[in-house]
């Protein structure tokens, strides 16, 4: 293993915020993460998968482990369906299109969430309808107090919208380092009720869609509204949708009329948060080299050198705008660090 110090992690972070670790470690095996956990049990650590979810505000005073395990196999298999087990350090995205050339469904409304495998389930990654925990079996994880290795079921990780137990009870305890996903083989379940992917579709003279179809509507759909991050920074959508109540969603309706809505059931609404900000003003706002993106509102971008700072400002400026406007508070989706 080779460490670092004094790194840039400009390279790893999706924002291409520039920001230095104290040292650092590109980590490509188990053996090697259970050695470094053991012998840095008592200093400060970070870990770093896609760098796709985060907004570096500092530098990085610890030990930041790069997390880059390798690989993709399939572990079982029925007639139907197949059970993969994928790497912490596999890009999500490539893992899609890896699971299309083998013709397996389930994963073909997530392609191009930037990121990691091992990342998706802290989020519960989600998209057109799509979430991980919809095809998710299990995650092995490393404990970073004993370096033990413990397998999370489904109800172990406790998904909900953008959440899971690593984000509340466990986080920053463990380090995820595979994934095992139950996709289809055959008599796939496409989603394709989502407005959008049913317009791309339909524009693209598509009746009777593949799972590649609705992968490539997907990324249509996703490259006409959000920046490639290698061309301007960013982590896609950095704020998560808000959910509200019923009574709270018609006073706001009273309010504003054309806000559009999804019911979650007879007590809970879902008000998209990017239709709020660009109500509020601040969609293709720009201040200095950092600003909000002008095709989608949920997006704030680096255009080449601003600090984490500037962009964290901005997105409490949003929040507390938002708030005075609507009386609804929107959560960062990102994490701040």
């Not at 009720?193 to 693209?204: A, M, Q, R, T």
């Not at 009574?247 to 559009?260: I, K, Q, S, T």
């Not at 948060?273 to 969609?283: C, R």
């Not at 095709?295 to 984490?308: D, I, P, T």
Request: aromatic share 8%.
């Amino acid at each position: 293993m080779t460490i670092i110090n004094h790194a840039s992690i400009k390279p790893f972070n999706t924002f291409g915020i520039e920001a230095k670790a104290q040292s650092y470690c590109d980590v490509t095996s188990i053996t090697t993460l259970k050695s470094l956990l053991k012998e840095y049990h008592d200093k400060p650590l970070f870990v770093l998968g896609g760098g796709s979810n985060m907004l570096l505000t500092k530098d990085i005073e610890a030990l930041v482990l790069h997390i880059n395990l390798k690989g993709i196999e399939v572990v079982s298999e029925t007639e139907n369906t197949v059970v993969i087990k994928a790497m912490a350090g596999e890009n999500w995205h490539n893992f899609v299109l890896w699971c299309l050339q083998h013709n397996y469904g389930g994963v073909e409304n997530l392609s191009l969430i930037p990121g990691n495998i091992g990342t998706a389930p802290i989020q519960n990654i989600g998209a057109y309808g799509v979430e991980l925990k919809d095809i998710f079996v299990s995650c092995e994880a490393i404990n970073i107090e004993n370096q033990a290795l413990r397998t999370f079921s489904k109800p172990d990780c406790n998904f909900g919208y953008r959440e899971s137990i690593f984000k509340q009870d466990l986080k920053g305890q463990y380090i995820i380092t595979s994934v095992k996903l139950e996709l289809t083989k055959a008599n796939h379940q496409l989603r394709t009720n989502y407005g959008v992917i049913k317009n791309e579709l339909e524009s693209n003279g598509i009746e009777n869609p593949t799972i590649q179809d609705i992968s490539d509507a997907v990324i249509a759909i996703r490259q006409s509204k959000l920046p490639d991050p290698k061309e301007i920074g960013n982590s896609g959508s950095f704020f998560k949708n808000p959910i509200i109540t019923v009574e709270e969603f018609r006073e706001l309706e009273r309010n504003f009329p054309a806000v559009p809505s999804y019911k979650l059931s007879e007590e809970a609404v879902k008000v998209p948060a990017g239709w709020l900000i660009e109500k509020a003003g601040f969609k293709g706002k720009r201040f200095k080299d950092y600003g909000v993106h002008n095709k989608q509102a949920l997006v704030l971008v680096n255009y080449g050198n601003a600090n984490g700072k500037e962009i964290f400002e901005l997105a409490q400026l949003i929040q507390n705008t938002v708030k005075r406007l609507f009386n609804i508070t929107i959560e960062t989706e990102v994490n701040i660090i």
